[in-house]
C-alpha cells in the first residue's frame, strides 16, 4: 500500500528526516514511537505532502509522486492527498460547524457527491465511532475525546486508502482516551492501514502490525511489538523504552 524510498526533508539547514525507507502493506497497522524531537510527525506530514519532501519518493496504492524530479504542482498534490485521512492532536474541527457538517466537508468538497448523500454517509460514520446521537452538536459542546472520534470520522469521510494519526489522544485527559484508541482499533479490526504516531505503548503492543522506533530523523529500528518491546536489538531503543518505563 506504501512504498517510502530515500526519504530527506530539510528546513533551511536543519536536516529532520535522513533518509527514510519503508513499505507498509495493505491494512497493515504501524506505530511510530520516538523521543519528541525525533521527526516522528514531520514524516507523517510528509506523508500527506502537508509537508513537501526535499528528496525521495512516496507510493500510496500505486500513485507515485518522486521529489527528486521537479516541483510538484498542486493538482498534484491535492489528487495524492485525497488518498490518505489525517487526525491531528488538536482536533481541527470548524468551531461554527456540527459534528455532522464537519464530516460531510470532505465527501462534499473532494468527492463532490451530493449533499443528502453526504448527509447520509456521514450519519453512518459518526454512529460507527460512537456518536449517532451528537451528530447536531457543535465541537463547544462536546468532549475532546467526541471531537476527537469526530476527526476520526471526518477523516473517513473521503474514503482514503491510509489512515493517519498524529498522536491522536496527546490533548486529551486520560478518562477520554479509551473511547478514542477504541474507534481506532474498529478501524484496523475493518482492515484500514493505518500508521500511527503515538505514546500510546499499550495500543501500540496490542494493535501493531509493526513498531517503528524514529530518532534523530532515521529509523533505527523496527520489528514486531514483541520484538521491540521485549527484546530491542539496539542500544538507542532499550534506553528509550527505559525512559518511559517499558
Do not use: W
Not at 78 to 83: D, E, I, K
Not at 88 to 111: C, D, R, S, W
Not at 212 to 226: A, L
Request: aromatic content about 6%; proline content about 4%; hydrophobic content about 40%.
Amino acid at each position: 500500500m506504501i512504498s517510502i524510498k530515500n526519504l530527506h526533508k530539510s528546513f533551511g539547514e536543519l536536516e529532520v528526516l535522513k533518509g527514510i525507507n519503508l513499505e507498509v502493506e495493505r491494512g497493515k497497522v504501524i506505530v511510530i514511537i520516538g523521543p519528541s524531537g525525533s521527526g516522528k510527525t514531520t514524516f507523517l506530514r510528509c506523508l500527506n505532502l502537508l509537508e513537501i519532501p526535499t528528496t525521495g519518493s512516496i507510493e500510496i496504492d500505486r500513485h507515485l509522486i518522486d521529489f527528486n524530479q521537479k516541483k510538484i504542482n498542486k493538482k498534484s498534490i491535492v489528487s495524492f492527498r485525497s488518498l490518505t485521512g489525517m487526525v491531528f492532536q488538536n482536533y481541527n474541527l470548524f468551531p461554527h460547524k456540527t459534528a455532522l457538517e464537519n464530516v460531510m466537508e470532505g465527501p462534499i468538497i473532494v468527492q463532490r457527491i451530493p449533499k443528502q448523500q453526504a448527509k447520509e454517509k456521514s450519519t453512518q460514520l459518526l454512529k460507527k465511532v460512537g456518536l449517532g446521537d451528537k451528530i447536531d452538536f457543535y465541537p463547544s459542546q462536546l468532549s475532546g475525546g467526541q471531537q476527537q472520534r469526530v476527526g476520526i470520522a471526518r477523516a473517513m469521510g473521503i474514503e482514503p486508502k491510509v489512515m493517519l494519526f498524529d498522536e491522536p489522544t496527546s490533548a486529551l485527559d486520560p478518562e477520554l482516551v479509551g473511547d478514542v484508541l477504541q474507534a481506532m482499533k474498529d478501524l484496523a479490526q475493518d482492515g484500514m492501514t493505518m500508521v500511527v504516531v503515538t505514546h500510546e505503548m499499550r495500543f501500540a503492543k496490542e494493535v501493531a502490525d509493526e513498531v517503528i522506533f524514529i530518532d534523530q530523523g532515521v529509523i533505527v529500528e523496527k520489528g514486531s511489538p514483541s520484538e521491540i518491546f521485549n527484546n530491542p536489538k539496539e542500544e538507542r531503543t532499550r534506553r528509550f523504552l527505559k525512559k518511559i518505563n517499558i
